[in-house]
Structures are given as structure tokens and as C-alpha cells.
T-cell receptor, first 110, second 116 residues
């Protein structure tokens, strides 16, 4: 399922560092999302974008920012990483209903 | 905003038995309810969904039921098999203008283990 790709797949960083997670898709979808997955907390929406000029905060946007560089690319940045941002991060795209997830990025902040 | 609660958080069933996972939602405007399956180390994938104008939907061994009055919906898996072991997420969504149901609120997940 290479339609939605994420880089890097794993990343270990230190507190205070800036880090960017990148997402690319070849599905031609306008709608893209960033989620965070933590054990017992499910998938929580960080930011979403319905087209290149549209950016919206999700339920847990504090400490994160995003950039929609093109229809196919949506990046998530942590300006100053902190340990409680250690999690599995998923990018997703959607048509009008179904969401298609990327493989995930496992981020560890020491 | 929407709030989705999911129970149980873990579930173990003998192979061949049935499994039921339940979710409740808070926003009466929600009209689309998908279920996603996440196998170990994999990405979540849609397995079945239901819209609010339908009470039940089946796809082979899986089915979803919806009770709009009570604001709850359930996933039913019959004749469970080892490959059904995974984490299952329910979600709810309301239509955004003319765009569709793109913004989902997920439940916290149920880890289903099938015991051989």
C-alpha cells in the first residue's frame, strides 16, 4: 500500500530539537491528516487540510505545526520536541469517506 | 465536539466464537460510523462502515449495527479466526457542508485476541 508514504519511519531525538515528519501521497486526494497514536488513547487528530490553502487544527494541535506544500505533500513539525510527544504518528488521506493511512512514524523524544 | 467511547479495551475469545465491540457517540449530528482494523505493526485500514439511514450492515463474518436513538453502534465478528487478532477502532463523523464525512473522531480502540 505505497499510495501514502511517510518519512522517516523511526526517529529518536532530544528534548528541544526541531523535527519534521513528512507525508506524501499518490492517491490524488485533496484531504490530508496527521494523527497521533498512544496506547489506550486511540487515534487523535493533530491537524487536517482539505486543500492546499486550507489548514485546520485538530483536538491536540498545541506544540505542533503543519505545512501543505502541494496537494501530494503534508508535513508535520515539532518546533521544540518534548518527551510527551513520544508516540506513533500517522498521516492519512481521504476521499469523501474512507481514510487511507500511511505506515506511521515512530518518534521517541529523550 | 464529538466524543466516542469504546468498550471493552481488551477482549479475548476462543477461536470460532463471536466477538462484539461497542461504541457510543455524543453528537446527534453524526451520520457516518466506520470501523478500522490495525494489525500489529501495521496501519489502520477500513473494514466496514455504516450510515445513519441503515440499521445493520454485513460483510461476510463481520457486521455492524447502529442504534441512533441510543447513540451506540457495535461491531460483530462471527466464527473468529486467528487473523482477526488486531486492534479495532470505531469512529464517528458528521457531514461537513457538501464535502462528506472526512473528519473522524476515533474511539480508544479494542485489542482483540483470538485464542487458538
Amino acid at each position: 500500500d505505497a499510495d501514502v508514504t511517510q518519512t522517516p519511519r523511526n526517529r529518536i531525538t532530544k528534548t528541544g530539537k526541531r523535527i519534521m515528519l513528512e507525508c506524501s501521497q499518490t492517491k490524488g486526494h485533496d484531504r490530508m491528516y496527521w494523527y497521533r497514536q498512544d496506547p489506550g488513547l486511540g487515534l487523535r487528530l493533530i491537524y487536517y487540510s482539505f486543500d492546499v490553502k486550507d489548514i485546520n487544527k485538530g483536538e491536540i494541535s498545541d506544540g505542533y505545526s503543519v505545512s501543505r506544500q502541494a496537494q501530494a505533500k503534508f508535513s508535520l513539525s515539532l518546533e521544540s520536541a518534548i518527551p510527551n510527544q513520544t508516540a506513533l504518528y500517522f498521516c492519512a488521506t481521504s476521499d469523501l469517506t474512507t481514510q487511507y493511512f500511511g505506515p506511521g512514524t515512530r518518534l521517541t523524544v529523550l | 465536539g464529538e466524543n466516542v467511547e469504546q468498550h471493552p479495551s481488551t477482549l479475548s475469545v476462543q477461536e470460532g466464537d463471536s466477538a462484539v465491540i461497542k461504541c457510543t457517540y455524543s453528537d446527534s449530528a453524526s451520520n457516518y460510523f466506520p470501523w478500522y482494523k490495525q494489525e500489529l505493526g501495521k496501519r489502520p485500514q477500513l473494514i466496514i462502515d455504516i450510515r445513519s439511514n441503515v440499521g445493520e450492515k454485513k460483510d461476510q463474518r463481520i457486521a455492524v449495527t447502529l442504534n441512533k436513538t441510543a447513540k451506540h453502534f457495535s461491531l460483530h465478528i462471527t466464527e473468529t479466526q486467528p487473523e482477526d487478532s488486531a486492534v479495532y477502532f470505531c469512529a464517528a463523523s458528521s457531514t461537513i457542508s457538501n464535502f462528506g464525512n472526512e473528519k473522524l473522531t476515533f474511539g480508544t480502540g479494542t485489542r482483540l485476541t483470538i485464542i487458538p
